[in-house]
């Protein structure tokens, strides 16, 4: 006769990863996670360089629709009465045309432009703030007694020689160096100037003779290489290029010549 009871089953082993094998799957993840997150940075970079030759493009397209109405001109730089008692720039007078401040701001931000933001007075005439540049020599100013627009007056479109070779906007700023040297103007060492919202010429600087080589001036200065070494550049065609600072900015450029251009 057959006996009912079962065999008794092994004692089930449980299988464990050991220290080594769990050691080389941890240098695994880190050796991909090295060859993935700078390709991740790059991409990130170019995102941030695609934003901003966006947002140039856009603010061309409102400084033409600004020139529409205003006779074919370029808007002021900026614009005072009395001892700033008034201020806009010309940011602000494009505003009317792009509905938004966000495109007043690079989304590449550096610690102390963020520190410049905090301590941005909230009175401020203006109400605005741009980490972007015009060339002062396509809107001049209108400061009575001061910098009157009579010697310093907008620019009409059709007045600038040769617009697909005419800096109008562009990343901003730095303080550059006195320098015909295209190499040593400005680098991605050169001293930030946040908040910098006028491009200007170190050497052909009037009327603010050495603001824009000073380091006590917050308004006028040079590009900024923001985007690993270049800066995005709206030309008065409104074309957009990513540029080295080098291929257009130094003592003397004709870039920034509404008259000549650069070739």
Avoid at 147 to 171: F, G, Y
Wanted: aromatic letters at 10%; hydrophobic letters at 35%; a positive charge.
């Amino acid at each position: 006769m057959r006996s009912s009871r079962l065999p008794q089953q092994l004692p089930r082993t449980t299988r464990r990863f050991t220290l080594i094998e769990l050691l080389v799957v941890i240098a695994i993840i880190a050796i991909l996670a090295g060859m993935l997150l700078p390709a991740l940075s790059k991409a990130k970079q170019k995102g941030q360089a695609t934003a901003c030759i966006n947002s140039l493009h856009q603010m061309s397209v409102a400084t033409r629709l600004y020139a529409d109405d205003f006779g074919g001109r370029y808007p002021f730089t900026f614009q005072v009465r009395g001892d700033n008692v008034f201020r806009k720039a010309w940011f602000n007078f494009l505003l009317p045309y792009q509905q938004t401040t966000n495109l007043l701001l690079r989304t590449v931000r550096t610690k102390k432009f963020k520190e410049f933001l905090q301590n941005y007075p909230s009175e401020s005439a203006d109400k605005a703030v741009s980490n972007y540049s015009m060339n002062f020599r396509l809107g001049g100013c209108d400061w009575p007694n001061v910098w009157d627009v009579k010697d310093w007056p907008p620019m009409h479109e059709w007045a600038v020689r040769n617009p697909a070779a005419t800096v109008h906007l562009t990343d901003g700023g730095t303080r550059p160096v006195n320098t015909k040297d295209p190499l040593k103007c400005v680098t991605e060492s050169s001293p930030e100037k946040p908040g910098c919202w006028i491009v200007h010429d170190p050497a052909q600087d009037a009327p603010c003779v050495g603001c824009v080589t000073s380091p006590n001036d917050p308004n006028w200065g040079g590009p900024h290489p923001r985007h690993s070494g270049r800066t995005a550049v709206a030309f008065a065609d409104c074309h957009v290029e990513s540029l080295k600072p080098s291929r257009w900015y130094w003592a003397g450029t004709p870039w920034l010549d509404p008259k000549q251009g650069g070739q």
